[in-house]
């Protein structure tokens, strides 16, 4: 791969996306005397989200139904009677406090450090514009990166192709020395390789294997590789 410029997934990629959740809804339900074992809770929440999300990034949803419905299904499934008022308060305040944890996927630091006198560095999300600007400054990471695309400002989501060009396009690069590196087979490997960049599967959490592109299951090894 003759890379100039790396495109890099923020949740579950650099971001610790599901312990920093895990530490908001955990702050939340104190905060709201919400009686729920955190446990199980994230047990039957996170599969629910992930399914919203994939609702959400195939233009199916809305982004306010995405927020309501994944927390109040998470609760019917609990056998958990919440009233939708208090539902659209945790939902306005998991917004709102998600972004202040700041842990990172082990080695994420390291390695921004070692690519960035090599290499252009950038964000590319399917994530909300304020939200994800959020966790890269409360994470101190925001300055590795020349921009920031996401999905809400552009207004398609990966793995549409015209997400991918207008970030080749704003940050003056070109698909065949640009390289994508996500967690998601579907929105960041498939959606790059559509349009002719290089791909790396960041593939830590229980994916299928497949022959697409490299595939890595923690962010030191891009070190020996870049």
């Not at 949740?11 to 074992?37: G, I, M, P, Q, Y």
């Not at 955190?38 to 999300?53: G, K, M, V």
């Not at 390789?193 to 299951?217: Q, R, T």
Request: net charge neutral.
């Amino acid at each position: 791969m003759n890379v100039k410029n790396i495109f890099f997934d923020l949740d579950h990629t650099l971001w610790d996306f599901e312990r920093n959740s895990a530490c908001t809804f955990k702050l939340l339900f104190k905060n709201h005397n919400v009686n729920v074992d955190l446990d199980r809770f994230l047990d039957i929440y996170i599969p629910i989200n992930l399914h919203y999300w994939k609702l959400y990034r195939n233009e199916s949803i809305s982004k306010e139904y995405l927020r309501y419905n994944r927390l109040n299904e998470a609760f019917s499934k609990l056998k958990v009677s919440i009233p939708s008022k208090l539902i659209n308060q945790l939902s306005d305040d998991y917004i709102e406090t998600l972004p202040k944890f700041n842990y990172l996927i082990d080695g994420a630091l390291d390695l921004l450090e070692y690519l960035k006198p090599k290499y252009k560095l950038y964000i590319l999300t399917n994530g909300f514009k304020n939200v994800q600007a959020n966790k890269l400054n409360n994470a101190g990471i925001s300055s590795y990166f020349n921009q920031v695309f996401d999905s809400e400002s552009v207004g398609v989501k990966k793995p549409n192709p015209i997400i991918f060009k207008y970030a080749l396009d704003n940050s003056k690069s070109e698909a065949d020395d640009s390289l994508m590196i996500g967690d998601s087979f579907e929105a960041d490997i498939m959606g790059a390789l559509s349009i002719g960049m290089h791909a790396i599967h960041y593939a830590n959490f229980g994916e299928k294997p497949h022959d697409k592109c490299l595939i890595i299951n923690k962010l030191k090894t891009l070190k020996k590789i870049l």
